[in-house]
T-cell receptor, first 112, second 116 residues
Framework: GNSVTQMEGPVTLSEEAFLTINCTYTATGYPSLFWYVQYPGEGLQLLLK???ADDKGSNKGFEATYRKETTSFHLEKGSVQVSDSAVYFCALSMDSNYQLIWGAGTKLIIKP | GAVVSQHPSRVICKSGTSVKIECRSLDFQATTMFWYRQFPKQSLMLMATSNEGSKATYEQGVEKDKFLINHASLTLSTLTVTSAHPEDSSFYIC????????????FGPGTRLTVT
């Protein structure tokens, strides 16, 4: 079946550090890939998405590239801020039903 | 942007009682709504998908007689946990999608249910 695996957290970094959160997927077919973010006390928000191989999604300084050859969609940011502290979820969707299949989430803690 | 609200944000109920959670799309018409359950430090588990005016489609292992879902209008879906037990304590999250947006779901802030 389809599944998403992302690195366990929490990930703790200092402000201005480089961030990578790994995400790999298993899917029959060609999924769309997403990163969602959940800030403390708020609902999940779409951070970025990519709908086909080699697409790069980007938003708020975050980037992720859809790599079909490695079945990966790693999230990166060059210089994190304290305000980036949140839980990040990688997810995939098959176009047939639009349901999202979720990774376990990675809690990111940025220290000043 | 699209906003989804949930009410209540927290609820405590006694074992054996029922509790209703509302999910509203505030500024768009939600043709499809999803209900998720999230356990501590775990991912979201899809419970059911509901389309306005039709019966919800439940995921395998989810008791449809226990988790009653109603999507009576394009802006409101409700989840009723019937005869709640402590093991039903969890964080319940809804999301909504409108027909014109192929990919994005808009999420509510979630409801923390505690059954004592």
């Amino acid at each position: 079946g389809n599944s998403v695996t992302q690195m366990e957290g929490p990930v703790t970094l200092s402000e201005e550090a480089f961030l990578t959160i790994n995400c790999t997927y298993t899917a029959t077919g060609y999924p769309s890939l997403f990163w969602y973010v959940q800030y403390p006390g708020e609902g999940l928000q779409l951070l970025l998405k990519a709908t086909k191989a080699d697409d790069k999604g980007s938003n708020k300084g975050f980037e992720a590239t859809y790599r079909k050859e490695t079945t990966s969609f790693h999230l990166e940011k060059g210089s994190v801020q304290v305000s980036d502290s949140a839980v990040y979820f990688c997810a995939l969707s098959m176009d047939s039903n639009y349901q999202l299949i979720w990774g376990a989430g990675t809690k990111l803690i940025i220290k000043p | 942007g699209a906003v989804v609200s949930q009410h209540p944000s927290r609820v405590i109920c006694k074992s054996g009682t029922s509790v209703k959670i509302e999910c509203r799309s505030l500024d768009f018409q939600a043709t499809t709504m999803f209900w998720y359950r999230q356990f501590p430090k775990q991912s979201l588990m899809l419970m059911a998908t509901s389309n306005e005016g039709s019966k919800a489609t439940y995921e395998q292992g989810v008791e449809k007689d226990k988790f009653l879902i109603n999507h009576a209008s394009l802006t409101l879906s409700t989840l009723t946990v019937t005869s709640a037990h402590p093991e039903d304590s969890s964080f319940y999250i809804c999301s909504a999608r409108w027909y014109g947006d192929t990919y994005e779901q808009y999420f509510g802030p979630g409801t923390r249910l505690t059954v004592t």
